[in-house]
């Protein structure tokens, strides 16, 4: 597959997970804050905010490398590992919940925000890792200014139709068929093999541009012999 189609493929199934552990996560958290409207507030919030960061940052970054289908493949690992620990970190939490009740339990409120700002710090990290996405890929496929609104416009929307399909399967096929680990386990599966073909395309560039270099360097050089 061209590497024009291939790259767009990849986003489009990375913006499949990602809405995929949004639904999952909302339902983990819904135990967690007794009301689903809370969890599905909470991780909406966590996504939006993790959104923007990871697109300042990350877009400021991209632009000062320049192998952006490299730093791409890390960041779909890093998803990708971290939602396979977020049940363990989850579980993990259960001790802290316990100890902010304990300091808490008379102002009900407090308890709610304080579970929200430790929850929210906790999915800032991937949610992070998926803003990020979109600047880098835009940094590597954008090659000419004069396309560069089709390009970013293509990327945002095979990125947008996947979230629609992963919020989709999530909800009506994969949860009921697989059940919540298994659905983790599957995007978390999907995230890995996106990483690994990233990081494979970014070897194959990496090397084209330094024969291409190579070459024009003993151009030069036959050239002032």
Same mark, same amino acid.
């Given at each position: 597959?061209?590497?024009?189609?291939?790259?767009? =493929?990849?986003?489009?199934? #990375?913006?499949?997970?990602?809405?995929?552990?949004?639904?999952?996560?909302?339902?983990?958290?819904?135990?967690?804050?007794?009301?689903?409207?809370?969890?599905?507030?909470?991780?909406?919030? *966590?996504?939006? =905010?993790?959104?923007?960061?990871?697109?300042?940052? &990350?877009? /400021?970054?991209?632009?000062?490398?320049?192998?952006? +289908?490299?730093?791409?493949?890390?960041?779909?690992?890093?998803?990708?590992?971290?939602?396979? +620990?977020?049940? +363990?970190? +989850?579980?993990?939490?259960?001790? $802290?919940?316990?100890?902010?009740? /304990?300091?808490?339990?008379?102002?009900?409120? =407090?308890?709610?925000?304080?579970?929200?700002?430790?929850?929210?710090?906790?999915?800032?990290?991937?949610?992070?890792?998926?803003?990020?996405?979109?600047? $880098?890929?835009?940094?590597?496929?954008?090659?000419?200014? #004069?396309? *560069?609104?089709?390009?970013?416009? /293509?990327?945002? =929307?095979?990125?947008? &139709?996947?979230?629609?399909?992963?919020?989709?399967?999530?909800?009506?096929?994969?949860?009921?068929? &697989?059940?919540?680990?298994?659905?983790?386990?599957?995007?978390?599966?999907?995230?890995?093999?996106?990483?690994?073909?990233?990081?494979?395309?970014?070897?194959?560039?990496?090397?084209?541009?330094?024969?291409?270099?190579?070459? *024009?360097?003993? %151009? %030069?050089?036959?050239?002032?012999?």
């Amino acid at each position: 597959m061209p590497l024009r189609l291939l790259i767009p =493929a990849l986003f489009f199934l #990375s913006g499949t997970c990602s809405l995929i552990y949004q639904v999952v996560w909302a339902r983990m958290l819904i135990p967690i804050f007794g009301v689903s409207v809370f969890a599905i507030s909470t991780v909406l919030t *966590a996504f939006m =905010a993790g959104l923007a960061l990871g697109s300042f940052y &990350f877009g /400021r970054l991209a632009d000062r490398h320049n192998n952006g +289908l490299r730093i791409y493949a890390i960041l779909e690992l890093g998803i990708g590992v971290f939602a396979v +620990l977020f049940p +363990l970190i +989850l579980a993990g939490l259960d001790e $802290v919940y316990t100890a902010i009740y /304990r300091l808490l339990g008379d102002a009900p409120t =407090a308890f709610l925000l304080a579970r929200f700002l430790l929850t929210f710090i906790v999915l800032l990290v991937p949610t992070t890792l998926m803003g990020a996405t979109l600047p $880098v890929l835009c940094k590597f496929s954008v090659r000419e200014i #004069s396309v *560069a609104c089709w390009a970013v416009g /293509r990327l945002y =929307a095979v990125n947008t &139709f996947g979230a629609a399909v992963g919020a989709f399967a999530a909800a009506f096929l994969f949860i009921e068929a &697989f059940g919540v680990s298994g659905t983790i386990w599957a995007a978390a599966a999907l995230n890995l093999v996106i990483a690994a073909i990233a990081w494979t395309l970014s070897k194959r560039k990496a090397e084209e541009e330094a024969e291409a270099m190579r070459k *024009a360097e003993e %151009e %030069e050089t036959d050239a002032g012999q």
